[in-house]
């Protein structure tokens, strides 16, 4: 599933490609909304709130989309179109005059409504690292209180909107954390910090998208997530994979190195 960082880099995409400019097609193949028509409309900017991405438009109304694991979204050129092939799986087209089309591909999430009402249907989420005002106490104050194990509150949008399995699992390495670490045992001040850190470099540094070693090249750009039975990059202990986060609907794995994240075992 998409992360906060990987939305928030599609957002600045589709801002270069459709802010400020007219509609001249604009349709939403989901059934809810199927008779909108938002030819004539100007997008007004792109803007995201942990791996929610809503597009604003003039007369106060929003649509907001999540990818989820089956959504992408793809920006042709003036003149081009997808192949037909791809019509099906078409759920959001957002053509401007003169201009490139945008095409949301398999959305599972397509709303559309006004701007305050979008706005209040995400106002459950946690404070987004990426955002300029981000609440760093508030975020710590959320992490302090909850007793579950780490990895699955990292995973908890209404903790701290924007970090997705990845980044649940790196962030527990890179602070020593054993995953089912309690939450409330953990500096929660400290984690808020490098989560900040972490995913603000991932989105402004060129090559760094959810690189979290430093390293590039395959196979060695994470320490833990995805590296079941390889060795540590820090200490060459055999990294460990569990089929899923307690409690979590989406079945997420977790990834672990045993001596770089000393803790107790899985409950």
């Known amino acids: 599933m998409p992360e906060g960082d ?3 880099a599609l957002a600045a995409r589709l801002r270069a490609a459709l802010d400020g400019r007219e509609l001249a097609e604009g349709r939403l193949n989901v059934p809810a909304h199927a008779t909108e028509n938002l030819a004539g409309r100007t997008i007004l900017r792109h803007r995201t709130h ?7 438009l003039d007369g106060d109304l929003t649509l907001h989309t999540h990818l989820k694991m089956t959504g992408s979204w793809t920006v042709t050129a003036p003149g081009r179109r997808l192949p037909r092939r791809l019509d099906p799986d078409v759920r959001v087209r957002l053509a401007v005059r003169d201009g490139p089309t945008a095409y949301g591909l398999l959305l599972p999430v397509v ?3 006004a701007t305050r009402d979008a706005d209040a249907a995400l106002s459950y989420l946690g404070p987004d690292p990426l955002h300029d005002d981000f609440d760093a106490a508030r975020a710590a104050a959320n992490i302090t209180r909850d007793p579950r194990p780490i990895v699955a509150v990292l995973l908890d949008q209404r903790v701290m909107a924007g970090p997705g399995n990845l980044w649940a699992n790196e962030l527990c390495f890179l602070r ?6 309690p939450a409330c045992d953990v500096d929660a001040t400290r984690l808020v910090a490098l989560t900040r850190k972490a995913m603000r470099h991932s989105v402004s540094t060129p ?3 959810q690189v979290t070693t ?3 090249r395959p196979g060695r750009q994470h320490w833990v997530a995805g590296r079941a039975g390889k060795p540590c990059l820090r200490c060459g202990t055999t990294v460990r994979v569990v ?8 079945r997420r ?3 672990w190195c045993p001596h770089c994240q000393p803790g107790p075992e899985r409950p």
Do not use: I, N, Q
């Open 6 to 8: 990987t939305v928030h």
């Open 50 to 56: 942990g791996k929610h991405l809503l597009t604003d």
């Open 111 to 113: 709303d559309f409504s």
């Open 176 to 181: 020593g954390l054993g995953p089912w670490v």
């Open 207 to 209: 090559r760094a998208m």
């Open 214 to 216: 430093g390293d590039t």
């Open 243 to 250: 089929p899923e986060v307690p409690g979590d609907p989406e």
């Open 253 to 255: 794995r977790t990834w």
